[in-house]
């Protein structure tokens, strides 16, 4: 036959770049569905530093926590993008957004990718929303 056979594509798993400070890092577009630009914001008091206060969004009530914060950074600049997590009513702020990106699957080692010669960590935000969850209780 004069026909090649046809190669099942290599497995790629897509991610959104961000930048907290000055650590690039990724998220899985898998565990968080939904990037908004962050919109108004309203500061809420709380003993909780990392909280930047609420938001309305798609007729739901977000609470807004600084990524950065969570991470280990110092509270960065206003946000310009939250990013809503699945199933619960948290968002996180990023003032960058990178971009997407599809990577295979196989480079993804221990929550890293290889990107232009550098480890980029993936950043675990099923397991902050299920921290932040679990303080609420």
């Known amino acids: 036959s004069f026909a090649r056979p046809i190669e099942a594509p290599e497995p790629r798993t897509a991610l959104v770049g961000i930048q907290v400070a000055s650590t690039r890092y990724l998220v899985r577009l898998d565990e ?27 007729g739901r009530i977000l609470a807004v926590f600084d ?41 993804i080692v221990e929550d890293n990718v290889q990107l232009d010669g550098a480890a980029r960590p993936i ?10 969850v679990e303080k609420e209780k």
Not at 123 to 131: E, M, N, S, W
């Open 32 to 58: 968080e569905p939904s990037v908004a630009a962050a919109g108004i914001i309203t500061p809420e008091p709380s003993s909780r530093p990392e909280l930047v206060g609420l938001t309305s969004q798609r």
């Open 67 to 107: 990524l950065g914060a969570l991470l280990g950074h110092p509270r960065g600049p206003a946000p310009g993008w939250i990013m809503i997590a699945r199933g619960q009513p948290i968002a996180f702020a990023v003032a960058t957004l990178e971009g997407h990106i599809a990577v295979p699957a196989a480079a």
């Open 123 to 132: 950043v675990p935000l099923g397991r902050l929303v299920a921290k932040l």
